[in-house]
């Protein structure tokens, strides 16, 4: 009989000892900023095995070429350099191409008169000094919400006589 009535409050109460209906409560802010800090952390990781690969990637090819010129095969090890050195100057033409490119477009934004004094500038700083000249103070924009206007009345509601009442909702229903 005491094992029925253990059972029936068993069922009563679902199986986390809760009573049904209950919704569990839950700390999403917490469940979200463990998730935030895994993912940073998840992603340091990352960022530091993939330094440690380059490493010994580069350790790697050291020691390749110091065993190619032990054993007396320099013309391998020359080549290998030779072939490493072409694709370096062709990445660096291309991504030479690519900064003169957007240099360019950036002195392009620039006013005539001002464009002799930036032509000096390093890359990052010609950059930094375009984007502050183009860029539009929040400030000076126009209000953005149509038909909004909020007027801050003289005085408040409820200190107004009744005239000034029906002027203040006339005033509203103009605007």
Do not use: W
């Amino acid at each position: 009989m005491s094992e029925e009535k253990n059972t029936q409050i068993g069922e009563e109460t679902g199986q986390s000892g809760q009573p049904v209906g209950q919704e569990e409560s839950r700390d999403y802010e917490a469940q979200y900023n463990a998730e935030v800090a895994n993912a940073i952390k998840q992603r340091k990781r990352a960022q530091d095995a993939e330094k440690k690969l380059i490493d010994i990637q580069s350790k790697l090819e050291a020691k390749e070429e110091e065993k190619l010129i032990a054993d007396g095969k320099l013309q391998e090890a020359y080549d290998s350099l030779k072939a490493e050195n072409k694709r370096l100057k062709s990445e660096f033409s291309q991504s030479t191409e690519i900064v003169e490119g957007v240099r360019a477009s950036l002195m392009e934004k620039v006013p005539e008169e001002e464009r002799e004094a930036l032509e000096g500038l390093p890359f990052k700083t010609l950059k930094m000094v375009v984007e502050k000249m183009t860029t539009i103070p929040a400030s000076a924009l126009p209000n953005t919400t149509p038909g909004v206007k909020y007027e801050v009345p003289a005085k408040p509601y409820t200190e107004m006589s009744d005239a000034e009442k029906r002027q203040y909702h006339a005033s509203k229903l103009n605007n």
